[in-house]
């Protein structure tokens, strides 16, 4: 369709015995009629065209179409802030309506530190603000975290008189949470008269932009309680990223039926936190599922799948994702190739890692950041390449930082590469690390090769320098409740039947062939010794609560702090095939899904 300029649609402005006389209609029309042709415009050239014949007539000292005039010149996505100022010099007595609209026109262009100037010149041309100037001027502070400049606007909030306006006192929580003040924000919240969902979902995402999940679930909570709010949809993706972070499935699984009842539509964000959420709680399949059924996908979909998927050791699956998503045109960025590489490492697939790694650099043009790296290490170090591990930290462009060398000196731990290990833990001491695995997985290197007074080196190092080992613990859910067990842990209450289990678990296990691994005890002890030390790992006592607490053939659920010793894996594989369980163990960076005797990591982690 071929667009015309306002200025000659006469027919739905002009009655039809003007339209031989259009030019001296123009010099007629009313300013009422003026100001509907300003809102018809639909590019700078008509709206040059319209001020054109305004200026002729007069109106333009008319504050009514001065300020429609300035405002569409300002807000409309075609619109220039350039001219927009030019429209201000020319009124007269410009008042805060003509000041808000600058400010926003800037806020619009993101040109935020003109917008903040604005303001200025408005408190110095002495024109009060009104309760529409501050949400505006709130959302520039939290925009970019100015939170002195906050702080300055909350005192001419309070100067003026609008600290009891709704709309005032909501973008406050906002602009408070988003500079990381969050008590602030709790205070404006509780001085809140009147409270909306605006300011229930401000104050949530407030505390979740600080990793504050434990209150967001608390306020959402109280939210609901009061019985008369209905969640928006970037308040439960703050609660669904909530559950994600506290791995609490229960909750993750009630937020979503919420979101089904009260929604009659997910969009994709809300859509891809759900995938999030299930894949990152150990429910990979429906994760799968929710997946499968979205309608539209985009970067952030598959990128939370192919984490997900490389989180549960699924490596092909992962990459057969990652090929659907460039098939559909779909172009990964660096986060994609993350969970992309995490996957090939989990998975052992060390040439498809390192072909994804090529064409992450060569075809996408994405520079490795140093999460690719410690990626390609890890998958290199896990496949006993370890050499190979090592060139590649030593020809990165950027220098390695702890995380790297932790990884090289796990491998070297898992495949007893002595001299590797000793290179991966002094490069970690000069990092100045106070990281007590370091120390211990060092420590477990010399173990294993009974290199024992190394080992009491490094341990009296440990000593010397206050370095505190965090005990290995485990957290095992039963009646809803979260039960925590700490290795050789006789605190609980039902300790002896925990022990009783333990002991008809041992005598289930010796009919299946199973050995305890005592290489992995540390101290040098008797065998015997080693052998209670082992059967008291902080997994074994959660999983015999959960078999003495839980129903049969209901899943067992552990979260673990510190990675599984490998006799705990072989350990839990035959537990489930014994008692018929479903058990699944979070292993810091790896769900571990034990079932019929066999782990889904398939024996290599």
């Known amino acids: 369709m071929v667009r015309t300029s306002v200025l000659y649609q006469t027919p739905f402005l002009i ?60 807000l409309s996505e075609w619109g220039s802030m350039d001219y927009a100022c030019l429209i201000f010099e020319e009124i007269d007595d410009p008042g805060s309506f003509e000041y808000n609209t600058v400010i926003r026109g800037y806020v619009k262009d993101m040109n935020l530190e003109e917008a903040l100037l604005w303001y200025v010149h408005m408190i110095e041309d002495e024109v009060e603000p009104d309760n529409f100037s501050y949400p505006t001027l709130l959302k520039v502070c939290a925009r970019i975290r ?49 409270r909306t969902i605006a300011s229930w979902s401000a104050l949530i995402a407030a505390n979740a932009n600080l990793g504050l999940w434990s209150e967001c679930l608390k306020l959402f909570g109280e939210m609901n309680s009061e019985g008369c709010w209905r969640a928006e949809e970037s308040t439960l993706v703050s609660v669904i990223s909530a559950c994600t972070h506290l791995d609490a499935l229960d909750f993750g699984k009630a937020t979503h039926g919420y979101l089904l009842r009260n929604m009659t539509g997910l969009n994709v964000i809300v859509e891809t936190s759900l995938i999030d959420m299930y894949v990152k709680c150990g429910c990979l399949e429906k994760g799968l599922f929710l997946f499968q059924r979205m309608a539209n996908k985009n970067q952030m979909s598959y990128s939370a799948i192919i984490s997900g998927l490389a989180l549960h050791g699924r490596g092909e699956e992962a990459l057969r994702i990652y090929h659907e998503m460039l098939k559909e045109r779909i172009e990964p960025d660096d986060v994609v190739y993350v969970g992309v590489l995490s996957a090939c490492s989990h998975a052992g697939l060390v040439e498809e890692g390192l072909k994804c790694f090529d064409r992450m650099r060569l075809e996408h043009r994405i520079e490795p950041t140093i999460q690719h790296y410690g990626c390609m290490v890890d998958l290199l170090g896990r496949a006993g390449r370890l050499e190979e591990a090592l060139e590649l930290i030593k020809g990165m462009p950027m220098e390695p930082n702890d995380v790297l060398w932790r990884s090289l000196l796990s491998a070297c731990r898992v495949h007893q590469n002595v001299e590797l290990g000793e290179v991966a833990a002094k490069n970690l001491f000069k990092l100045k690390s106070r990281n007590a695995s370091d120390y211990v997985m060092l420590c477990n290197i010399y173990a294993q090769a009974k290199m024992w007074e190394k080992m009491a080196v490094i341990r009296t190092k440990m000593v010397n320098e206050g ?113 018929e369980r479903d058990i699944v163990v979070r292993d810091r960076n790896q769900f571990h899904h034990f079932k019929d005797g066999t782990c889904s990591c398939k024996d290599y982690w």
Request: charged share 25%; net charge neutral; hydrophobic share 35%.
């Open 467 to 579: 370095i505190i080992q965090v005990p290995g613990s485990c957290l095992v859910e039963a009646d809803r409740k979260l039960y925590k067990f700490v290795s050789q842990d006789k605190s609980h209450t039902c300790s002896d039947e925990v022990y009783e289990m333990i002991h008809q678990m041992e005598w289930q296990l010796k009919f299946e062939g199973y050995s305890p691994d005592t290489s992995l005890v540390l101290f040098d002890v008797d065998e015997e010794e080693k052998r209670q030390r082992l059967s008291t790992h902080c997994q074994k006592l959660a999983i015999a609560f959960a078999l003495i607490k839980t129903s049969q053939g209901s899943p067992i659920r552990i979260v673990r702090n510190v990675r599984m010793c490998s006799d705990c894996h072989t350990y839990t594989k035959l537990i489930s095939m014994i008692y």
């Open 146 to 194: 100015a939170l002195k400049e906050g702080k300055q606007i909350h005192g001419q909030i309070l100067k003026f008189g609008h600290e009891d306006d709704v709309f005032v006192q909501n973008s406050l929580i906002n602009m408070y949470g988003k500079c990381g003040e969050v008590r602030q924000s709790c205070i404006v919240f509780e001085q809140m008269d009147q």
């Open 15 to 74: 009655p039809k015995e003007y339209h031989a006389k259009a030019q001296e209609f123009n010099f007629s029309l009313k300013e009422q009629e003026w100001i509907s042709m300003i809102k018809k415009c639909n590019n700078m050239r008509e709206l040059k065209q319209v001020h054109g014949q305004i200026l002729k007539l007069g109106f333009i000292c008319s504050s009514f179409c001065a300020g429609n005039l300035l405002s569409t010149c300002a």
